[in-house]
């Protein structure tokens, strides 16, 4: 592990530049609820709300990163099995959907993460959308419940991508072999998550102070396009301060950082559809006030398969 941390040294500055960050967010955050003198201000409260899931981000990111792909993989298996128990408890199923949910449940997260460790791209990139659809369908077929079947399916299916397939990219991304990166994966993971999320809270300040103009009404009341433009553009710009950790030129690193900001954004929409659909607010209450496991992911999960496969194909091959 020494070794392993000793290759990753801009790693271990960078987080204790964030935890700094953290450090001051979290005292203005404070400081703005003590002013507030008691009184409910729903702004106040999610901005804190929103600190409180980058705290505990960072320290999962960070407790994993300890231990390397082995951590980061564990680290998001259990992300994809909480993410998973969410949508399914907010999707329609029945008792002849058992065999399906098992198998997606106890084979499809743990062979599809043995899959990234074991680094055999060719297999994990279609494992889910190829062997998984089919095997789903079938299992579902076998139990004879022919009700609403396609849309039971259809629904599975779509959980597994969101839940597994997208998020295992994440790790995928230590298993990408750079000339002149090697054992830098970890700023990889680092540089996706501060950009897209960052976005997310640009996007939200952004909003917050200059917003007028509603992207989607009907799906996220939130999203403004004052925010959107204005916090895009700041995380670009934050991706491009950032290429020192990555093995991109600052103008690539700020062409990957506004692809990825804007597939958050777009997964942020399609989540808020999903959720809208099943006319719920949030998907769960792993924060409390904040929403679930999905919604703490959702710009990361649309954003990590296009970021994975832009590196690959760009820088390694």
């Not at 960072?58 to 298996?77: K, P």
């Not at 839940?163 to 991304?173: D, G, Q, R, T, Y």
Request: glycine residues 10%; positive net charge; aromatic residues 14%.
């Amino acid at each position: 592990m020494v070794d392993f941390l000793a290759a990753q040294h801009p790693a271990v500055w960078l987080f204790l530049g964030v935890g700094v960050i953290l450090v001051v967010a979290t005292a203005i955050g404070r400081e703005l609820a003590r002013r507030a003198e008691g009184e409910p201000s729903p702004t106040i409260d999610n901005l804190n709300q929103r600190i409180a899931a980058w705290w505990v981000m960072v320290a999962a990111i960070g407790l994993s990163f300890l231990f390397g792909l082995g951590g980061v993989i564990l680290l998001f298996a259990f992300a994809s099995f909480g993410a998973l128990r969410e949508f399914v408890t907010l999707t329609p199923t029945r008792r002849g959907d058992h065999w399906a949910l098992a198998s997606v449940f106890f084979l499809g997260i743990p062979v599809q993460y043995w899959l990234v460790w074991d680094q055999w791209y060719g297999l994990y990139s279609i494992f889910l959308p190829v062997y998984g659809f089919l095997f789903l369908s079938m299992a579902a077929a076998l139990r004879g419940d022919t009700t609403h079947f396609l849309r039971r399916v259809a629904f599975l299916q779509w959980g597994m991508m969101i839940c597994i397939f997208f998020p295992s990219h994440v790790p995928a991304l230590l298993t990408l072999d750079i000339p002149g990166y090697e054992g830098k994966g970890l700023l990889l993971i680092a540089f996706l998550v501060i950009v897209v999320q960052g976005s997310d809270v640009l996007q939200y300040v952004f909003g917050k102070l200059f917003g007028r103009h509603k992207v989607a009404p009907n799906l996220s009341p939130s999203k403004t396009w004052e925010g959107l433009v204005g916090g895009v553009a700041t995380a670009t710009l934050l991706g491009a301060a950032l290429w020192w950790i990555t093995p991109f030129s600052p103008l690539a690193a700020a062409g990957m950082a506004l692809a990825i900001c804007a597939l958050g954004f777009f997964g942020g929409l399609v989540m808020s559809a999903i959720k809208r659909d099943r006319g719920v607010k949030d998907w769960g209450h792993m924060i409390r006030g904040h929403g679930g496991m999905i919604d703490r992911l959702d710009s990361v999960i649309f954003a990590a398969p296009v970021y994975f496969h832009l590196i690959r194909y760009w820088y390694t091959l």
